[in-house]
């Protein structure tokens, strides 16, 4: 059953619920105050009539004889009147009682309600009757009874009446409320309906553009429409994200297979050169497997590179711990050394000699520092030099590599750490274009920054900034 269903039932059970109570408290009151009515009058008559009778004794009878008004006198057309002895004997009643009598129940018994009149209410069929006798006590006897009768008929002619107009008014208002009740809901469950529906089409289409309107108050439905919005808001932001994410993929395996592919094609065409003339020819032979061998080294960089970034790809956080970067500095400082004939290599004097303690993984951060200054010796001529120095600043440690080769535009700038990305893929033969994303990956894990400035001709700095721990 749906809501709207609900709701209108509900909603019509408790007017329902509500009249029927409302109804049948009024009808009570009303039966209520009308035979009160009918009773004062009655017991007033029975008070009127009771002062003009009076008992005698007629000697030698032992019976006590009532001498009883005429009492046509009190009738009225609608009121009785009848005066019985103790056995139950008419002595006396009204003209308007034609041939009938007022029903007589039981006398009292006991002695203390003998003087008090008392109300009974007699059904004749055609109509009900209501009645009240009043004992007639002489001498601590009681010697008849006086009865006023006065017909309901009219009292149960209006209950009757209210009844119909009740059960009439009752059943026009709940209907009425029914419908009210029906149009009410519909107008409240509209706003779902429209949300529903959008979803459902959003969900069709696969659209997540769209987005509910909604023009009203801030209430409930307001919220819900928000609520919706923002949510499809980040569905979007989480889809896209997504979409990114594999196109990335995409290009990364695209380039990847490309990069891999070359290194391969020229060891292939060497050894088919060795198998040609490898023998006759000594020179080619020697050139063709030096080729070989520098082929398959960069191969194996660039496999390593690639597990690393795929490595980086998975989303696993690298391990850290409290590491001393001025020994870790030290290290790389050592393996630097060799890396180049043609490039000095100069680090600072007192790189090493204060402690500086950061939170890091030391073979990362390691590999970081060898990419950048490996970095500055290939785009350096030879005779120029690459410098390593730290600096502190707000909390941080900085790490600047800094060389006085060849520079990057400043429109390339911004491109460097992607994947792949070489500036000028002509000018130097080695180098993968993954070293950077690498980098950058490394810093990232180490809630740090990587900056760079870059004059071309000139040379490059870059900086890796570190959070920078004061132990006590
Ligand atoms: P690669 O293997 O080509 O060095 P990287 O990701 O390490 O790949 O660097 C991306 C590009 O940024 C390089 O191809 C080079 O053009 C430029 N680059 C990186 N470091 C320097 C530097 N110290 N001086 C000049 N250019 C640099």
Same mark, same amino acid.
């Given at each position: 059953?749906?809501?709207?269903?609900?709701?209108?039932?509900?909603?019509? #059970?408790?007017?329902?619920?509500?009249?029927?109570?409302?109804?049948?408290?009024?009808?009570?009151?009303?039966?209520?105050?009308?035979?009160?009515?009918?009773?004062?009058?009655?017991?007033?008559?029975?008070?009127?009539?009771?002062?003009?009778?009076?008992?005698?004794?007629?000697?030698?009878?032992?019976?006590?004889?009532?001498?009883?008004?005429?009492?046509?006198?009190?009738?009225?057309?609608?009121?009785?009147?009848?005066?019985?002895?103790?056995?139950?004997?008419?002595?006396?009643?009204?003209?308007?009682?034609?041939?009938?009598?007022?029903?007589?129940?039981?006398?009292?018994? $006991?002695?203390?309600?003998?003087?008090?009149?008392?109300?009974?209410?007699?059904?004749?069929?055609?109509?009900?009757?209501?009645?009240?006798?009043?004992?007639?006590?002489?001498?601590?006897?009681?010697?008849?009874?006086?009865?006023?009768?006065?017909?309901?008929?009219?009292?149960?002619?209006?209950?009757?009446?209210?009844?119909?107009?009740?059960?009439?008014?009752?059943?026009?208002?709940?209907?009425?409320?029914?419908?009210?009740?029906?149009?009410?809901?519909?107008?409240?469950?509209?706003?779902?309906?429209?949300?529903?529906?959008?979803?459902?089409?959003?969900?069709?289409?696969?659209?997540?553009?769209?987005?509910?309107?909604?023009?009203?108050? $801030?209430?409930?439905?307001?919220?819900?429409?928000?609520?919706?919005?923002?949510?499809?808001?980040?569905?979007?932001?989480?889809?896209?994200?997504?979409?990114?994410?594999?196109?990335?993929?995409?290009?990364?395996?695209?380039?990847?297979?490309? %990069?891999?592919?070359?290194?391969?094609?020229?060891?292939?065409?060497?050894? %088919?050169?060795?198998?040609?003339?490898?023998?006759?020819? &000594?020179?080619?032979?020697?050139?063709?497997?030096?080729?070989?061998?520098?082929?398959? %080294?960069?191969?194996?960089?660039?496999?390593?590179?690639?597990?690393?970034?795929?490595?980086?790809?998975?989303?696993?956080?690298?391990?850290?711990?409290?590491?001393?970067?001025?020994?870790?500095?030290?290290?790389?400082?050592?393996?630097?050394?060799?890396?180049?004939?043609?490039?000095?290599?100069?680090?600072? %004097?007192? #790189?090493?000699?204060?402690?500086?303690?950061?939170?890091?993984?030391? $073979?990362?951060?390691?590999?970081?520092? #060898?990419?950048?200054?490996?970095?500055?010796?290939?785009?350096?001529?030879?005779?120029?030099?690459?410098?390593?120095?730290?600096?502190?600043?707000?909390?941080?440690?900085?790490?600047?590599?800094?060389?006085?080769?060849? *520079?990057?535009?400043?429109?390339?700038?911004?491109?460097?750490?992607?994947?792949?990305?070489?500036?000028?893929?002509?000018?130097? *033969?080695?180098?993968?274009?993954?070293?950077?994303?690498?980098?950058?990956?490394?810093?990232?894990?180490?809630?740090?920054?990587?900056?760079?400035?870059?004059? &071309?001709?000139? *040379?490059?700095?870059?900086?890796?900034?570190?959070?920078?721990?004061? #132990?006590?």
């Amino acid at each position: 059953m749906s809501i709207r269903w609900r709701l209108t039932l509900w909603y019509s #059970l408790m007017v329902g619920l509500t009249l029927l109570l409302f109804g049948v408290g009024l009808y009570f009151y009303m039966e209520h105050e009308l035979t009160s009515e009918i009773d004062l009058s009655i017991s007033a008559k029975a008070e009127e009539v009771l002062k003009t009778i009076t008992v005698v004794d007629r000697y030698p009878l032992p019976i006590e004889q009532v001498q009883l008004p005429d009492v046509n006198v009190f009738a009225t057309p609608n009121t009785y009147l009848q005066v019985v002895d103790r056995n139950g004997r008419i002595l006396a009643r009204s003209n308007n009682l034609g041939r009938q009598a007022l029903p007589k129940s039981g006398y009292p018994d $006991d002695g203390a309600s003998l003087a008090q009149g008392y109300f009974e209410t007699a059904d004749t069929g055609e109509q009900r009757l209501r009645i009240y006798n009043q004992p007639l006590i002489w001498r601590g006897q009681m010697v008849g009874l006086l009865q006023v009768g006065r017909s309901m008929q009219p009292a149960d002619l209006a209950l009757n009446r209210l009844r119909l107009v009740l059960a009439f008014m009752g059943t026009v208002t709940v209907g009425l409320a029914a419908t009210l009740g029906w149009v009410l809901a519909r107008a409240v469950l509209k706003p779902i309906d429209r949300i529903t529906n959008t979803a459902a089409a959003i969900q069709e289409a696969e659209d997540l553009e769209r987005k509910l309107l909604y023009e009203g108050p $801030d209430d409930e439905i307001g919220r819900l429409t928000r609520t919706f919005n923002a949510m499809l808001e980040r569905l979007k932001g989480a889809y896209l994200r997504l979409a990114e994410a594999h196109d990335a993929q995409r290009r990364f395996v695209a380039d990847a297979s490309h %990069e891999l592919r070359t290194p391969l094609t020229t060891i292939r065409g060497n050894v %088919e050169l060795l198998q040609k003339m490898g023998d006759t020819q &000594p020179e080619v032979r020697k050139e063709a497997l030096a080729d070989i061998a520098s082929e398959s %080294e960069r191969m194996s960089r660039l496999i390593h590179e690639l597990l690393a970034l795929a490595r980086a790809d998975t989303g696993q956080n690298l391990e850290r711990r409290l590491t001393p970067l001025h020994e870790l500095l030290g290290e790389v400082i050592r393996s630097a050394r060799h890396l180049s004939d043609q490039v000095r290599f100069e680090p600072d %004097e007192d #790189l090493t000699s204060e402690p500086i303690w950061v939170m890091g993984s030391h $073979d990362y951060l390691k590999q970081l520092f #060898l990419i950048l200054i490996e970095n500055g010796m290939k785009y350096t001529p030879s005779g120029g030099e690459v410098r390593l120095s730290v600096q502190h600043r707000e909390g941080q440690v900085g790490v600047s590599v800094i060389d006085t080769g060849i *520079g990057i535009p400043a429109e390339e700038l911004p491109h460097i750490f992607e994947r792949f990305y070489r500036v000028d893929q002509a000018r130097f *033969g080695e180098g993968s274009g993954l070293g950077l994303s690498i980098a950058q990956w490394i810093v990232e894990q180490h809630d740090g920054k990587i900056e760079v400035e870059s004059v &071309p001709g000139e *040379g490059s700095r870059f900086t890796v900034w570190l959070r920078e721990l004061t #132990l006590g």
